[in-house]
């Protein structure tokens, strides 16, 4: 079971706009202004959350070569594209990420999320985007809140083994 650190379950519990496992959405653009949840198949779109509400990508989802641009963002199915998150950014258990995130908030990664081809970019209060930290790079994680595993590619293999 994952656990939710950013995201209790009483979130998802608000109106939401809901992307049913059954629906496949190709090229476009998804503009929501409640919490989303997404459990469909989802390639080549843009989702916009225009207010402060969360995205959930449900265990169920694929998004491939998609963008979100959103406040509070929490993943546990694939995804592969590109992340701007205003707020914090949690990768559940299931989750598997590839892509780059910019984050506002916390950015916290569960030990058996696979996310080792991830590259990180810290947003500023002031501007969108800050310069990269010369020690965030791919798979490697700032944060390391309790419960959860900083790791790095070579780590990854290392506990492989």
């Given at each position: 079971m994952n656990r939710h650190v950013l995201f209790p379950s009483t979130t998802?519990?608000?109106?939401?706009?809901?992307?049913?496992?059954?629906?496949?959405l190709v090229a476009g653009t998804l503009?929501?202004?409640?919490?989303?949840?997404?459990?469909?198949?989802?390639?080549?779109?843009?989702?916009?959350?225009?207010?402060?509400?969360p995205i959930k990508i449900s265990a169920l989802a694929t998004l491939v070569n998609c963008t979100i641009d959103c406040n509070d963002l929490l993943i546990e199915g694939a995804f592969s594209g590109e992340i701007k998150a205003r707020g914090h950014v949690e990768l559940g258990d299931s989750a598997q990420f590839q892509g780059n995130v910019t984050?506002?908030?916390?950015?916290?990664?569960?030990?058996?999320?696979?996310?080792?081809?991830?590259?990180?970019?810290?947003?500023?209060?002031?501007?969108?985007?800050?310069?990269?930290?010369?020690?965030?790079?791919?798979?490697?994680?700032?944060?390391k809140?309790?419960?959860?595993?900083?790791?790095?590619?070579?780590?990854?293999?290392?506990?492989?083994l």
């Open positions: 998802f519990d608000q109106p939401l706009t809901l992307v049913s496992e059954h629906t496949q503009k929501t202004s409640l919490t989303a949840l997404i459990d469909g198949r989802l390639t080549d779109v843009h989702i916009e959350c225009t207010d402060d509400t984050v506002g908030g916390q950015l916290l990664v569960s030990h058996l999320a696979d996310a080792v081809d991830m590259r990180i970019l810290r947003a500023s209060a002031k501007a969108s985007a800050a310069p990269e930290s010369p020690n965030v790079g791919a798979g490697k994680f700032e944060s809140p309790e419960g959860y595993a900083a790791r790095t590619a070579s780590a990854a293999k290392a506990e492989s």
